[in-house]
């Protein structure tokens, strides 16, 4: 990361989180999205759906604690491969 960037990085994480989001938000918007890749409105199409299944009960919810040891895993597994 470039000196301007850990800069602008330290600012961004000063303001509140509201703030941030709005922010990461603005610079995802501003990114390229190759083909093949899912697009802005695309998330948020899945975000509402998946709210909706939330909503009505039949989404398969799944704690943090085993999100979160399975990311690790996968992470850990492609560093030593």
């Known amino acids: ?6 800069t602008l990085l330290t600012s ?3 303001l509140p989180e509201a ?8 610079l995802f918007d501003s990114a390229e ?3 093949g890749q899912s697009s802005p409105e695309e998330w948020e ?5 998946r709210s909706d299944e939330i909503d009505a ?10 999100v979160r040891d399975e990311a690790r895993a996968r992470i850990l597994g492609r ?3």
């Open 33 to 35: 999205h190759p083909p």
């Open 1 to 6: 990361m470039s000196p301007a960037a850990a």
């Open 12 to 14: 961004a994480l000063s």
């Open 45 to 49: 199409a899945e975000i509402n759906r």
């Open 79 to 81: 560093r030593d491969g």
């Open 19 to 26: 703030e941030r989001l709005e922010v990461a938000a603005a």
């Open 57 to 66: 009960g039949t989404a398969v919810l799944i704690p943090w604690e085993v």
